[in-house]
């Protein structure tokens, strides 16, 4: 976690996340970080306190994946209810669908960018695979698969 990231521990059992995601589909595959192997996401990050959800997605996707967006329209928005090591999360996730000003992006079948010292890894993933693989949230699946109905909230409670 980064400094001023709205990532917040509300208690010493209670956090709140605040994320953007970017959902780029191309020939019926989704674009996906692999998560250092543990598990797979949309990519994305937090946002930053002062930092409202479309400056911190354009911020997160010129981090990640090195690239300028285009087309970029919000889709949806889960409230994500989860338990990671003993920490019971409260996480709201905007969900920006975009396409790359540079379609090099939609070329490659695994995308490797550094961030830092950190190394990222993305794959384009089959869409009809997604409940066939680790994905997470899965709640955010049938938004995946069915983005072009129009904006959606969702609201996943893991735990219950």
């Known amino acids: 976690m980064e400094k001023n990231d709205l990532s917040i521990m509300v208690d010493a059992e ?4 605040v994320r953007v995601t970017g959902v780029f589909i191309k020939d019926g595959k989704v674009l996906l970080d692999d998560c250092k192997g543990i598990h797979y996401a ?3 990050g937090r946002v930053k306190i002062e930092e409202d959800s479309l400056e911190a997605f ?3 996707m010129k981090e990640e994946l090195h690239e300028t967006l285009k087309d970029i329209t919000l889709n949806g928005v889960l409230e994500n209810f989860y338990t990671l090591e003993g920490t019971k999360v409260h996480e709201y996730m905007w969900m920006y669908r975009a396409d790359f000003v540079d379609d090099k992006l939609f070329q490659s079948e695994e ?3 550094q961030e830092g010292d950190k190394q990222n890894h993305f794959e384009w993933i089959k869409l009809e695979e997604l409940d066939k693989i680790d994905f997470r949230p899965s709640a ?3 938004y995946i698969r069915n983005m072009d109905q129009g904006l959606k909230h969702i609201i996943n409670h893991q735990n219950r």
């Open 14 to 17: 209670n956090k709140l996340n």
């Open 42 to 44: 949309l990519p994305g």
């Open 58 to 60: 354009q911020r997160e």
């Open 111 to 113: 995308i490797v960018t």
């Open 140 to 142: 955010a699946i049938p």
